[in-house]
Nanobody, 117 residues
Framework: QVQLVESGGGLVQAGESLKLSCKVS?????????MAWYRRAPGKQRALIAS???????NYAQSVEGRFTITRDNAERTVYLEMSSLKLDDTAIYYC??????????WGQGTQVTVSS
């Protein structure tokens, strides 16, 4: 059974940075899996914001392009999201999973990111 455990969230001020981690367990083929970060802002649907292919190609939503960086460590079976220049609109619960179009595993608890002014 695949488990996704997100961590690293917290309360930060606008303009600051955070690095989120997503530890994946139970996935035998992590090296060959595309992975992604999503977020669900208050009152909004969960949205994909960044993805990384098994080959390391990355894609970002326009809202985070240039501020967020997704990386992966296959040896650690972990996906990271480095967030900088955080804005109030980045306040959300952040989740990881495979990208839409791939099989979606059961969602983890997510990690809360709150950006204050």
């Amino acid at each position: 059974q695949v488990q996704l455990v997100e961590s690293g969230g917290g309360l930060v001020q606008a303009g600051e940075s955070l690095k989120l981690s997503c530890k994946v367990s139970g996935m035998n083929n992590f090296d060959n899996a595309d992975m992604a970060w999503y977020r669900r802002a208050p009152g909004k649907q969960r949205a994909l914001i960044a993805s990384i292919s098994r080959a390391g190609r990355t894609n970002y939503a326009q809202s985070v392009e240039g501020r967020f960086t997704i990386t992966r460590d296959n040896a650690e079976r972990t996906v990271y999201l480095e967030m900088s220049s955080l804005k109030l609109d980045d306040t959300a619960i952040y989740y990881c999973n495979q990208p839409y179009g791939r099989y979606l595993y059961s969602w983890g608890q997510g990690t809360q990111v709150t950006v204050s002014s």
